[in-house]
């Protein structure tokens, strides 16, 4: 006896397997197995029935992306216009930039994301500025008032690289002057003339000047001396200094003096009585000796005021500021000679100020650069997964000057930070979310076909529920009208014509009805092929195999036609039994009418 052959068939697919990855996109399978049954006595196996193994892609949350740098950008201006200062440079972590809770570049210590490197535009202009004064001059004559110079040279520093002179800058002269030697040239000697003889001693030594009144009664000078003193002169007495002044100028000019009378003035007043007595015996040894060499002149001594004089400008001081201008001064002090015995002071003759003062150091002042406030941070280079936003503030407040420093001691000037870092949506999520709406849709369309269907059932019965009512007076009607044979026939065919014409007022809505129907369901048809489509097309594979999806479909068909086919039935019943009353009530009619 032959055995029949029997094909193998697929048992019911195992549970997907997890995904092969714990983040990013990702497998999980599922298989089925050739043993339900086996394949015996040579028949098929389940390879003509599709494939035993189904694979899908799993997409998890996204892997960790660590940030890496970009190229480096080019390198910007030097931050000078002049002088030596410095470049940058940048670069990004955005190659790619840290997402997903990845390490950023500088975590990860890939470097710095700024380089600089030296830039030079140039030497800077330098501006030039004077140096300090040089010595006055000699003067050029020894009488009768003259000037003398100094000079000062703009090389402190000399101006370089296109920097201004001096006197571009309006720092001052370069040459100053003054007045010298201004006492009045000797006059011609008369020995008709009155002569008086004036001295002056002092610590830097002894001076005297001859005098003659002239026609316009004014004193001019006939002839100077002057000369140092010993070292024992020094250690004089200021009276017995005095007394020498006196005694050596008048043998100084003795070849004028010796047969003129004359006049002696002096400062010192308390010598006055003591040349000027005869007794010798009153006078100090010293002075004694003094009185004794003038015996051979014949003078009268008074004493005269002394009024102040200048003596030479002292150097200038140092400058009060390094740079940005300052000032500077020298003095000369009211001693040349010091004013005496009620003599004017400089100040009181109008002999000029005892303080000068001069502009110096007026080449600018470094300049350090100080950056502006931040700008607002930038646009995040991207919506999630992390990105990178920076802001940005300039060396211009105040921009370096004069060689000042640059502003990379303050700190960078670019900062950047992290934005955006909230993870990416994935595809899935993405789908899943348009598969829930359009599910809603669905929902929303099946609820209002599903009431669509309920009224038209409703309106149905209540047409059927009116026709029965209207057939049951008509019954009543006909009883009532027996003992009348005419009345009751002319009653019962109009009985029979309302019927035939609730009948044809009802067949419409039955066709319409069926229609509703029809229609329902071939837009649930068309709903569940959408459906199919929609899921073929969010699968994260589409490995499926086209055998599963006509199987769903033929099953859907196969309900679809089942359902139409029962409600047209029930239409058709619900029309039948209609029918049959009608006919019933016909059926009695005709009887009472025999009757």
Same mark, same amino acid.
């Given at each position: @006896?032959?055995?029949?052959?029997?094909?193998?068939?697929y048992?019911?697919?195992?549970v997907f397997?997890?995904?092969?990855?714990?983040?990013?996109?990702?497998?999980?399978?599922?298989?089925?197995?050739?043993?339900n =049954?086996?394949?015996?006595?040579?028949?098929?196996?389940?390879?003509?029935?599709?494939?035993?193994?189904?694979?899908f @892609?799993?997409? @998890?949350?996204?892997?960790?992306?660590?940030?890496?740098?970009?190229?480096?950008?080019?390198?910007g201006?030097?931050?000078?216009?002049?002088?030596?200062?410095v470049?940058?440079?940048?670069r990004?972590?955005?190659?790619?930039?840290?997402k997903?809770?990845?390490?950023?570049? !500088?975590?990860?210590?890939?470097?710095?994301?700024?380089?600089?490197?030296?830039?030079?535009?140039?030497?800077?202009?330098?501006?030039g500025?004077?140096?300090?004064?040089?010595?006055?001059?000699?003067?050029?004559?020894?009488?009768?008032g003259?000037?003398?110079?100094?000079?000062?040279?703009?090389?402190?520093?000399?101006?370089?690289?296109?920097?201004?002179?001096?006197?571009?800058?309006?720092?001052?002269?370069?040459v100053?002057t003054?007045?010298?030697?201004?006492?009045?040239?000797?006059?011609?000697?008369?020995?008709?003339?009155?002569?008086?003889?004036?001295?002056?001693?002092?610590?830097?030594?002894l001076?005297?000047?001859?005098?003659?009144k002239?026609?316009?009664?004014?004193w001019?000078?006939?002839?100077y001396a002057?000369?140092?003193m *010993?070292?024992?002169?020094?250690?004089?007495?200021?009276?017995?200094?005095?007394?020498?002044?006196?005694?050596?100028?008048?043998e100084?000019?003795?070849?004028?003096?010796?047969?003129?009378?004359?006049?002696?003035?002096?400062?010192?007043? =308390?010598?006055?009585?003591?040349?000027?007595?005869?007794?010798?015996?009153?006078?100090?040894?010293?002075?004694?000796r003094?009185? @004794?060499r003038?015996?051979?002149?014949?003078?009268?001594? *008074?004493?005269?005021?002394?009024?102040?004089?200048?003596?030479?400008?002292?150097?200038?001081?140092?400058?009060?500021?390094?740079?940005?201008?300052?000032?500077?001064?020298?003095?000369?002090?009211?001693?040349?000679? !010091?004013?005496?015995?009620?003599?004017?002071?400089?100040e009181?003759?109008?002999?000029?100020?005892?303080?000068?003062?001069?502009?110096?150091?007026?080449?600018?002042?470094?300049v350090?650069?100080?950056?502006?406030?931040?700008?607002?941070?930038?646009?995040?280079?991207?919506?999630?997964?992390?990105?990178?936003?920076?802001?940005?503030?300039?060396?211009?407040?105040?921009?370096?000057?004069?060689?000042g420093?640059?502003?990379?001691?303050?700190?960078?000037?670019?900062?950047?930070?992290?934005?955006?870092?909230?993870?990416?949506?994935?595809?899935?999520?993405?789908?899943?979310?348009?598969?829930?709406?359009?599910?809603?849709?669905?929902?929303?369309?099946?609820k209002?076909?599903?009431? &669509?269907?309920?009224?038209?059932?409703?309106?149905?019965?209540?047409?059927i529920?009116?026709?029965?009512?209207?057939?049951? &007076?008509?019954?009543?009607?006909?009883?009532?009208?027996?003992?009348?044979?005419?009345?009751?026939?002319d *009653?019962?065919?109009?009985? #029979?014509? !309302?019927?035939?014409?609730?009948?044809?007022?009802?067949?419409p809505?039955?066709? !319409?009805?069926l229609?509703?129907?029809?229609?329902?369901? #071939?837009?649930?048809?068309?709903?569940?092929?959408?459906?199919?489509v929609?899921?073929?097309?969010?699968?994260?594979? #589409?490995?499926?195999?086209?055998?599963?999806?006509?199987?769903?479909?033929?099953?859907?068909?196969?309900?679809?036609?089942?359902?139409?086919?029962?409600?047209?039935?029930?239409?058709?019943?619900?029309?039948?039994?209609?029918?049959?009353?009608?006919? &019933?009530?016909?059926?009695?009619?005709?009887?009472?009418?025999?009757?």
């Amino acid at each position: @006896m032959l055995n029949a052959l029997e094909d193998g068939g697929y048992s019911h697919w195992t549970v997907f397997s997890t995904c092969t990855k714990s983040c990013g996109t990702g497998v999980r399978f599922r298989t089925r197995y050739c043993n339900n =049954p086996k394949p015996r006595f040579e028949g098929n196996n389940c390879s003509v029935l599709g494939e035993d193994r189904q694979t899908f @892609m799993c997409a @998890m949350n996204p892997c960790p992306v660590d940030g890496a740098y970009g190229h480096w950008s080019d390198f910007g201006e030097c931050s000078v216009t002049c002088g030596e200062g410095v470049q940058e440079r940048r670069r990004q972590c955005d190659n790619p930039a840290p997402k997903f809770g990845g390490l950023s570049c !500088e975590k990860l210590e890939l470097g710095s994301d700024v380089e600089s490197r030296m830039c030079n535009k140039g030497a800077c202009p330098v501006n030039g500025g004077y140096g300090k004064w040089s010595d006055f001059g000699e003067c050029p004559v020894t009488c009768g008032g003259g000037v003398r110079e100094r000079n000062r040279l703009c090389d402190s520093p000399e101006p370089q690289f296109g920097g201004k002179t001096c006197e571009e800058q309006d720092l001052g002269p370069s040459v100053e002057t003054e007045a010298c030697n201004e006492q009045p040239c000797p006059a011609h000697y008369d020995a008709n003339r009155s002569t008086t003889l004036s001295s002056d001693a002092s610590s830097y030594g002894l001076g005297a000047v001859l005098l003659q009144k002239q026609d316009n009664d004014q004193w001019r000078p006939v002839a100077y001396a002057s000369r140092a003193m *010993s070292p024992t002169e020094q250690r004089y007495a200021q009276i017995e200094k005095e007394a020498l002044g006196i005694t050596w100028a008048s043998e100084r000019f003795a070849q004028y003096l010796i047969v003129l009378k004359f006049h002696i003035e002096t400062d010192h007043k =308390p010598l006055v009585p003591l040349l000027g007595c005869k007794n010798l015996e009153d006078v100090p040894a010293r002075i004694q000796r003094f009185k @004794m060499r003038m015996m051979c002149f014949a003078y009268t001594i *008074s004493h005269v005021l002394v009024n102040g004089g200048y003596g030479k400008w002292s150097a200038f001081g140092e400058c009060l500021v390094t740079s940005g201008g300052g000032v500077r001064e020298r003095n000369r002090l009211c001693e040349s000679p !010091e004013p005496q015995f009620g003599g004017k002071t400089c100040e009181e003759q109008d002999l000029g100020p005892s303080v000068e003062t001069e502009a110096c150091n007026e080449q600018p002042c470094p300049v350090d650069g100080g950056y502006s406030d931040w700008t607002e941070f930038s646009e995040c280079t991207v919506t999630c997964g992390g990105g990178v936003h920076q802001r940005t503030r300039d060396c211009n407040n105040p921009a370096p000057d004069n060689g000042g420093q640059n502003c990379e001691r303050l700190g960078p000037a670019m900062e950047s930070e992290q934005c955006n870092v909230k993870s990416c949506p994935t595809k899935a999520a993405e789908n899943q979310g348009k598969a829930s709406d359009e599910d809603d849709e669905k929902n929303k369309a099946d609820k209002k076909e599903k009431r &669509d269907a309920e009224e038209s059932k409703k309106q149905q019965e209540d047409g059927i529920k009116e026709n029965h009512e209207k057939n049951g &007076d008509q019954e009543k009607d006909g009883n009532k009208d027996k003992p009348d044979k005419k009345n009751r026939k002319d *009653s019962k065919e109009k009985s #029979h014509l !309302e019927n035939l014409a609730l009948y044809q007022d009802n067949v419409p809505q039955f066709i !319409e009805f069926l229609a509703l129907i029809n229609v329902s369901v #071939h837009n649930v048809f068309l709903r569940v092929k959408r459906a199919f489509v929609l899921q073929a097309r969010q699968s994260p594979s #589409h490995t499926r195999k086209a055998s599963d999806e006509d199987d769903e479909k033929n099953r859907a068909d196969k309900k679809e036609k089942r359902d139409a086919e029962e409600n047209e039935k029930q239409q058709e019943d619900g029309i039948k039994e209609n029918d049959e009353k009608n006919g &019933d009530q016909e059926k009695d009619g005709n009887k009472d009418k025999t009757d």
